[in-house]
């Protein structure tokens, strides 16, 4: 043997009783690890779930190797709405751990980075699963892989298999959702993105059926965990095509839809912005125009925000659950206590000056665009149970509003000759139509500025309002706040009136 040859040979023993060692090292870990993480996982998912709903995940098993584990979990769900007789629903999972510091499988990739382990898991086919077993053609319906490092930080992919599924008239269509994730050891920071192809709901129903059909959906977030405990970042939600069908009603579709949300922290307050666009709105075979709503939100204190949060889970959220399950109008009831302490939060949140923006709510179709915007600066009010009323709390707690809202002409048209094309279809010819469609825009300038509550400024239907330190600018004409309510109730009653003698 040569020289060479021997000192190779001696790396390879040495590689061998290294990854064999630490490989041992890895197992030994394992357990601790594993239910250190459920622990955790566990608080995290318990903190966003109301009181009367629970979500548990527990290591039932674990079968220790030297390169191998084999592990089992049981995922147990509570809720009142899918549990019967209050028993607990419950999903079996396996998974099949490779030992680091290089997993067999990475190794036969040549992929060399030290790991702690590798982990490929699926639902197990039970009594509850069974069902979904047998419409997935027995491959597993959820299963995925997940590489956990030295530093518990985690990255994976998870997968829901296609299926196909036909009962009673009843059809579900579903592509398979592919989704892929990564995490520090603390979920101190998260990315996820994943994708779904079709989905389509095809339900015969006792009174009304219904199909309803997703196409194209991608998913995209990611975010760190600011001091507030709420993760900072975006979260980026689109799909191609949502199309709705009710019998009796004509099919609506939405395309090319996005919704964007940006959350951040500045200076101990919370601030975000929340985005929806839709590329076309059609109703009927008819396409209608494209729509857009864009939010606002800033100066949150990020105190009183989490102990809000905290009443809603735990006081608030049970009690809405419980009027909707016994199908009765939701009133919420506060102990004493508990009315205290909302109240001091709401103080300590109005005293940051929340400032709250609908900055467009839009709607553009082929020839004109209308739009509208409204932006609310609130104040401190002072002790909230010393308000002598509700009308001198919003006084009080309200420093600045601005509202505008823009009609078109030309957009107003375009939907008078879309209503008329839906409901009397070939019945009117273009040149008649498009008179109506004219007469009709008219007709809600002329009432509008009859009623002194908008201008027109050229193909605009245009009414605005500025409010600050108790005195209003309607169209330009400021009025104490008293006076500008009385206003709106005086022409509230004429269009009353004007719809009494129409009839």
């Known amino acids: 043997m040569s020289k060479t040859a021997g000192i190779v040979v001696g790396v390879i023993v040495v590689a061998g009783a290294l990854a064999t060692g630490g490989a041992w090292y890895t197992g030994t870990r394992l357990e601790g690890v594993l239910r250190d993480s459920i622990d955790k996982a566990n608080a995290q998912i318990n903190g966003s779930l109301g009181r009367d709903n629970k979500m548990s995940v527990e290591l039932t098993s674990l079968e220790r190797g030297t390169f191998s584990s084999v592990a089992h ?12 007789g209050n028993k607990d629903v419950v999903f079996q999972f396996v998974d099949h751990i490779e030992h680091g510091p290089i997993p067999f499988s990475r190794l036969k990739k040549l992929n060399l980075v030290p790991v ?10 039970t009594e509850m699963t069974e069902k979904w077993y047998a419409v997935t053609k027995g491959v597993a319906p959820l299963h995925g892989d997940v590489v956990v490092g030295y530093d518990r930080a985690v990255a994976g992919n998870l997968q829901l298999t296609p299926l196909e599924i036909k009962d009673a008239g009843n059809t579900v269509n579903f592509s398979g959702l592919n989704l ?10 998260i990315k996820a993105v994943g994708n779904l192809d079709n989905l389509v709901l095809d339900i015969i129903g006792e009174d009304q059926p219904m199909k309803i059909e997703f196409k194209g959906m991608t998913f995209d977030t990611g975010g760190t965990k600011g001091k507030s405990g709420f993760y900072l970042g975006h979260t980026n939600v689109k799909f191609d095509n949502l199309s709705v ?30 985005n929806y666009d839709i590329g076309m709105i059609s109703f009927n075979g008819n396409d209608i125009g494209s729509a857009s709503m864009a939010w606002k939100f800033s100066n949150f204190d990020v105190t009183a925000t989490q102990a809000l949060y905290q009443l809603y889970q735990t006081k608030i959220m049970p009690q809405q659950q419980a009027a909707a399950l016994a199908e009765r109008p939701f009133e919420l009831n506060l102990s004493k206590a508990d009315q205290d302490w909302l109240n001091a939060e709401l103080e300590k949140l109005l005293a940051g000056k929340p400032h709250v923006e609908l900055s467009k709510l839009g709607l553009k179709t082929a020839n004109g665009e209308s739009h509208m915007s409204l932006a609310v600066d609130l104040a401190d009010p002072g002790k909230l149970d010393q308000q002598e009323s509700s009308a001198d709390l919003g006084k009080n707690a309200i420093s600045q509003l601005d509202a505008k809202l823009v009609l078109s002409k030309p957009m107003m048209k375009d939907l008078s000759i879309l209503q008329a094309k839906f409901t009397l279809g070939d019945q009117l010819d273009a040149k008649t139509m498009n008179e109506q469609g004219d007469a009709a825009a008219d007709m809600v300038a002329g009432m509008a500025t009859a009623l002194q509550i908008a201008k027109v400024e050229g193909d605009n239907v245009v009414s605005s ?3 600050a330190a108790n005195i209003v600018d309607f169209n330009g004409e400021k009025m104490p706040l008293e006076q500008f309510i009385n206003n709106v109730t005086s022409k ?11 009839e």
Request: glycine fraction near 12%.
């Open 73 to 84: 979990y049981s995922l147990k769900i509570h809720d009142e709405n899918l549990s019967e």
């Open 116 to 125: 702690m382990a590798l982990s490929r898991f699926e639902l197990e086919k």
């Open 465 to 467: 309002l500025h409010y």
């Open 492 to 502: 509230v009653g004429q269009l009353g009136g004007s719809g009494e003698a129409a």
């Open 180 to 189: 892929n994730f990564e995490g520090t050891a603390e979920a101190e920071k």
């Open 245 to 274: 069908e009710a019998a009796g009603t004509p099919p609506v579709v939405l395309k090319n839809f996005a919704n964007t949300n940006l959350m951040q922290e500045e200076g101990g307050n919370l601030a975000g912005q929340i």
